[in-house]
């Protein structure tokens, strides 16, 4: 059973860059495609990037400019940096596996990241 | 971009009662649409991929239908862990979109 856990800071100050990363148990990260999507307090979803185990990548054009997704096979883990933070960042970041054709599943729990001096 | 457009934000409906959800996509996105639902404080779980197919272990109560730019869920026979917030997603186009959510309440 896959199981996905992210973790990284909690607390980023305003224009710095937030990094968190996802270890996936339970599947070998080298298959199918990765994906962090965020959630603003009390908001919907918003999809960030995804991101396939040999570097191939796609990122919303929304935030293209600022983020980065990368991927550690050898730990089976990827990660998301999203650089010059603001207020409006403030959201629960979910990690998930991307499935093309039925959508994302499984999440990780999420974690809360708050952008605040 | 697509919009996902879902309605009501709200439905109050009873226990045992039947739930209709409504997502609207702002152009076609086929047949490549999924439901999640989301319990306070817990991640999203995938229901629905494909407009219409369940995904593992999602019981029989959860339906999907519609094409194109209409969509539906509907939950027959409302059991009280079905109370929550349902989202609908789009992965015909890039970038990914998801819906505002539903949230359906306790009459």
């Known amino acids: 059973q896959v199981q996905l856990q992210e973790s990284g800071p909690g607390l980023v100050k305003p224009s710095e860059t937030l990094s968190l990363t996802c270890t996936v148990s339970?599947?070998?990260?080298?298959?199918?495609?990765w994906s962090w999507i965020r959630q603003p307090p009390g908001k919907g979803l918003e999809w960030i990037a995804y991101?396939?185990?040999?570097?191939?990548?796609?990122?919303n054009p929304s935030l293209k400019s600022r983020v980065t997704i990368s991927v550690d096979t050898s730990k089976n883990q990827f990660s998301l940096k999203l650089s010059s933070v603001t207020a409006a960042d403030t959201a629960v970041y979910y990690c998930a596996k991307y499935y093309f054709g039925s959508g994302f599943d499984p999440w990780g729990q999420g974690t809360l990241v708050t952008v605040s001096s | 971009e697509i919009v996902m457009t879902q309605s009501p934000a709200t439905l109050s409906v009873s226990p045992g009662e039947r739930a209709t959800l409504s997502c609207r996509a702002s152009?076609?996105?086929?047949?490549?649409l999924a439901w999640y639902q989301q319990k306070p404080g817990q991640a999203p779980r995938l229901l629905i991929y494909g407009a219409s197919t369940r995904a593992t272990g999602i019981p029989a109560r959860f339906g999907g239908s519609g094409s194109g730019t209409e969509f539906t869920l509907t939950i027959n026979s409302l059991q009280s862990e079905d109370f929550a917030v349902y989202y609908c997603?789009?992965?015909?186009?890039?970038?990914?979109?998801f819906g505002g959510g539903t949230k359906v309440e306790i009459k």
């Open positions: 152009q076609s996105v086929t047949s490549n």
């Open positions: 997603q789009q992965y015909n186009n890039w970038p990914l979109t």
């Open positions: 339970g599947d070998s990260i080298s298959s199918y495609y």
């Open positions: 991101i396939f185990y040999s570097g191939s990548t796609n990122y």
